[in-house]
């Protein structure tokens, strides 16, 4: 019972997240681009001062999965290496802690482009 519990925190967070990039979608004028953009901005901003580890200890996958928490997973990077290399951990730490999401991205994209024919939508 209590991993339903779990998956329904996760489910209900995670909707959350993806229900308000849906209204700014229907009722801004922004493009999708610039709310991906916001997401991650938001979820660096809320993780850099401390506010989103306590959504993603709530919600787990619900608040890691959405790009706010690569936002905040940039955040806590970058914490961390300032905390062990000083100022230099403000360029790499955020890429190394997202090290292993990058490579997956653009090999999994790799994988899909030689499956299928990409082209335009045309």
Do not use: H, N, W
């Not at 000083?86 to 490579?103: D, E, H, N, Q, Y």
């Amino acid at each position: 019972m209590e991993v339903l519990f779990e998956y329904l925190k996760a489910f209900l967070v995670g909707g959350a997240i993806c229900a308000i990039g849906q209204v700014l979608i229907d009722y801004t004028k922004l493009t999708p681009a610039r709310i991906l953009v916001s997401f991650v901005v938001a979820g660096v901003v809320l993780g850099g001062l401390g506010l989103y580890q306590p959504l993603i200890e709530f919600a787990g996958a619900g608040a890691t999965v959405p790009l706010t928490g690569f936002g905040a997973l940039l955040a806590k990077g970058v914490k961390t290496a300032v905390a062990e290399k000083g100022a230099f951990g403000i360029l790499s730490g955020g890429v190394t802690s997202a090290s292993a999401g990058i490579t997956a991205a653009i090999f999994f994209g790799l994988v899909m482009a030689l499956i299928f024919k990409p082209g335009d939508k045309s």
